[in-house]
């Protein structure tokens, strides 16, 4: 817990909270470096089985705090542009390589850096009311936190560029169809609705998420030769796994598996 970010955790769900409300979640750095401690304290709980990711208020979040960033910017490019490399790109790969699913539970508006987060997360659950916006050409830049790698992967290399080029605000609606979203509720249900996904995904074999998180980061980019011997590679290691056992006798004795995590 931190003045920006809060991390709780309940029966092994982790949930990790953007708290600059009144700036609409803007990401300043001080919020990026406890989130960046936050999803490291989550990914190294080997108790924690599943992370939420949310925003305080009415936002997930909106971004770059543009006002912390004139101020660098006014400096150098220099000064304003390493929080890519020393903030933005360890939070994505925290949030794409976490060994544990992660759900970003979109409770308002999403916007530039802020969307990217949403996007590397495994599940998005969007309020309703939400808007999401790219937002990065809007203020003259390129894609950067991870967007240019998720977005083709969710929508499509057509539906990208349209996304990052136009900038234009989406509907959570629109967001679903895209397939940016995996389901949408009413506002005062994204809380719940994303924690009964955690839940469920808690109590699920989490060793396996793991291995499937990996197989499909790399799978796009691979010959079909490489993917399947990536994919023999980890069913070996997920093979090893206590959970593979428990549920192979679950199943011969028509039982319900109870899975460990481990
Ligand atoms: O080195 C680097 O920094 C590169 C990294 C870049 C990563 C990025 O994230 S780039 C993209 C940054 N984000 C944006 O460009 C989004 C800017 N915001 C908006 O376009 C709109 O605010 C929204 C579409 C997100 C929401 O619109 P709306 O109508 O719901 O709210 P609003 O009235 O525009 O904003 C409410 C307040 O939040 C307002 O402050 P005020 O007037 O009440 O004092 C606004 O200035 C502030 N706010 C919104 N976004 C940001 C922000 N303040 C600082 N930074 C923001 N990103």
Known sequence: MTEFVRYEC???????????????????????????????????????????????????????????????LNRSAQAAFATVA???????????????????????????????????????ILAETTTLNLAFAGIGLAADSGASWTLPRLVGHARAIELLMLSETISASQALELGLANRIVPAEDVATAANDLARRLAAGPTVAFAAIKEALACSA?????????KESALQLRVGKSADHREAVDAFLNKTQPRFTGR
């Open 221 to 229: 980019t691979l010959p079909i030769a490489s993917a399947l011997a």
């Open 86 to 124: 020393e903030h933005y790109n360890p939070l994505v790969m925290a949030l794409t390589t976490m060994r544990k699913p992660v759900i970003a539970a979109v409770n308002g508006v999403a916007a530039g850096a802020g969307a990217a987060l949403a996007f590397a997360c495994d599940f998005r």
């Open 10 to 72: 309940v029966d092994a769900i982790a949930t990790v909270t953007i708290d600059r409300p009144a700036a609409l979640n803007a990401l300043d750095n001080a919020t990026k470096v406890a989130l960046r401690n936050a999803l490291a304290r989550a990914a190294g709980d080997a108790d924690v089985r599943a992370v939420v990711l949310a925003g305080a208020g009415r936002a997930f979040s909106v971004g770059q705090d543009l006002r912390q960033h004139r101020e660098q």
